[in-house]
């Protein structure tokens, strides 16, 4: 059975705090991507890596950066935690049409 | 970036009752998605589409890809409280890496 697993289910951070959400796919693909889901809104995509070491900003990515250092593997970073962006954070990868998701993380930061 | 509205953003119906959602763009996609995400899971794929005036069945669900490749359809038929769920269209770039969601229609299906 395909995965996409992400380290935590729920996550709750206090504002400046660095976060560091992680996503692991067993799949070899090559895209992998990480969202955010608020009501209303969709999914909106942050970045997104197209291969080791190679990243590509999405729609919304102040506020956030990532890290691709390994194919199966690739890491959301909050350098310093808002409020604003408590949400739901999904992440995906995909090599032809298809995108498979992780269950994902919700982040609430007080 | 393809902007995707779908429409309703909500609904609520009753067990039999058939329904249509829909997903629009300005911008002609070179293909098409719908996904079905389940409270608490990640979206899974339900149908892909790439030919412009598709018609792909998938049990009570039909889903239909626009003439001119802008636009999208899913008609569910006999509806049943097992398809609640938000619904999401979701189309991929022109270089078909970045794949871009529109906001997505709560289903709700009252036994």
């Known amino acids: 059975d395909v995965k996409v697993t992400q380290s935590s289910r729920y996550l709750v951070k206090r504002t400046g705090e660095k976060v560091f959400l992680e996503c692991v796919q067993d799949?070899?693909?090559?895209?992998m991507f990480w969202y955010r889901q608020d009501p209303g809104l969709g999914l909106r995509l942050i970045y997104f890596?197209?291969?080791?070491?190679?990243?590509e900003k999405g729609d919304i990515p102040e506020g956030y950066s990532v890290s691709r250092e390994k194919k199966e593997r690739f890491s959301l970073i909050l350098e310093s935690a808002s409020t604003n962006q408590t949400s739901m954070y999904l992440c995906?990868?995909?090599?032809?049409?298809?995108?498979?998701f992780g269950q994902g993380t919700r982040l609430t930061v007080v | 970036t393809q902007l995707l509205e779908q429409s309703p953003q909500f609904l609520s119906i009753q067990e039999g009752e058939n329904l249509t959602v829909y997903c629009n763009s300005s911008?002609?996609?070179?293909?098409l998605q719908w996904y079905r995400q389940e409270p608490g899971e990640g979206p899974v794929l339900l149908v892909t589409?790439?030919?412009?005036?598709e018609v792909k069945k998938l049990k009570r669900l039909t889903f239909q890809f626009g003439d001119a490749r802008k636009d999208s359809s899913l008609h569910i038929t006999a509806a049943q409280p097992g398809d609640t769920g938000l619904y999401l269209c979701?189309?991929?770039?022109?270089?078909?890496?970045?794949?871009?969601f529109g906001s997505g229609t709560q289903l709700t299906v009252l036994p």
């Open positions: 979701a189309a991929l770039s022109g270089s078909a890496r970045q794949l871009t």
């Open positions: 589409v790439v030919t412009g005036g």
């Open positions: 911008s002609v996609f070179s293909s």
């Open positions: 799949m070899d693909h090559e895209n």
């Open positions: 890596s197209y291969d080791v070491k190679m990243k």
């Open positions: 995906a990868s995909n090599r032809h049409l298809e995108a498979f």
